[in-house]
């Protein structure tokens, strides 16, 4: 810094001046968007295991869907669209025999998991719940 300083002043007492250069005038920046950058929530859930599933329910803002004889694994991919607010879940699994494991992402990031396993000819239950907010 001290040699600009210099280098400044010795052009100035030689009479001469660095010459100057005007920056081109800046281009305006696109206005920010109040609308979120991501237009909806994905949820996906899935279910590994050697588990036999007798049972699965999976509901979303009760909304309730049912399945028998599940064989896994078994995922389910839901599109939630922004702006809908708070958004509640439940995976109950009905299992018996094996080991199984669940987890649930919420756009891509893990949210819960849950695991178990059983005998064969025990009945087991299984819960996987969580929410989301906009």
Do not use: I
């Not at 009479?15 to 920056?23: I, L």
């Not at 696109?30 to 929530?41: F, I, M, T, V, Y």
Request: charged fraction near 15%.
């Amino acid at each position: 810094m001290v040699a600009a300083v210099l280098g400044a002043g010795l052009l100035t007492a030689c009479g001469q001046t660095s010459p100057t250069t005007t920056p081109p005038p800046a281009e305006a920046a696109p206005a920010a968007s109040s609308a979120p950058a991501q237009q909806e929530h994905r949820l996906e859930v899935e279910v590994t295991g050697t588990a036999t599933l007798t049972s699965l329910a999976f509901t979303l803002d009760a909304e309730v869907s049912e399945e028998t004889a599940v064989t896994l694994p078994w995922r389910k991919s839901v599109v939630v669209p922004y702006g809908a607010g708070r958004h509640e879940w439940t995976l109950t699994l009905q299992h018996t025999g094996g080991d199984m494991a669940a987890t649930a992402t919420v756009n891509g990031k893990l949210v819960t998991r849950t695991g178990g396993g059983g005998s064969a000819g025990s009945n087991n239950t299984a819960k996987l719940s969580g929410s989301f907010t906009d």
